[in-house]
């Protein structure tokens, strides 16, 4: 065999991730903290094995129920991952004896501030929030907490054609709309558009008039690291005659990035460890392009080309 593999310059974590590891490990490492143990509400990256390099140094993921159950943490320290949290997790953990550390993201914290004016300013014209997202995701669950509960998620076409045929999204109030920070930006323009159009009609305007009537607004809140890296994984994807998708199959931004690929790229394998490589996937000649979510560590994505360049030894 003589397989070429490249490795995608673009992926790796993004600068949330790397934030919220750097801060983990300055407090495993006794760099930064009160010496206590330092527990992550959740996951803090969507990736077995980085998750374990980080347990392995002592940090310990719990999740609401553990929370709920730990009623005297006793100063111990708890992380709010990249994806924030509502405001109520802030207010229980520190009732439970915790002292919190706050990794959101400063996009998402952006977002969360954002959603909030709007939903402060949308009560007094009765408007609606809508939210592009994965329901029941812990970035979603944030922002739904900045708004008392108060918003419509919908994850994709099928979702808003039902919330509008259900009524709960009512056409002729005002919508502020926002997505989820790592959500296709096509789908999200998509979704948005679709609407737009059906508030148009339901307003019995034509688009271009209702646009002024600044009764639907859009916030262009997906994050610029994901939005960049649909387009050049997009290329990237075209450019290999096979792709190997390496995230943790329950990361949402890795099944939207997979996804992608897989549309350019039939040849497209979704992976999480070199472990589930297979070698009859590969063809002698192969350019193969191993790539990965904005939560797959570099070193992961250099072990799966390591393992694949060695099938060109067997
Ligand atoms: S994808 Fe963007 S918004 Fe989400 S954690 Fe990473 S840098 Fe922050």
Redesign the pocket.
Known sequence: MSITVDIDSNSGF????IRAIGKAEEFLDGTAGNGKKLFSLGAIVHNDAELKRLEDKGLVCIDRDDLDDMLDADGENLLIR?HGEPPQTYTKARAHGFTVVDCT?P??LKLQKSIREAYAALRDRNGQIVIFGKPGHAEVLGLIGQVEGNAVVIEDMRMLVDAVAAGSIDLRRPVEIFSQ??KSPAEYASVCARLEQMMADANELSVERFKGTRMFVRHNTI?S??ATRHAKLSAFAVEHDIVIFVSGKSSS?GKVLCERCKSLNIRTYHIDSPDELRKEWFRPDDKAGVCGA?STPKWLLEDVAAEIRSYNDK
């Open positions: 993004c600068a949330g991730v990249a993201c996009v998402v920070t790592t994050c690291q994901v931004n904005a």
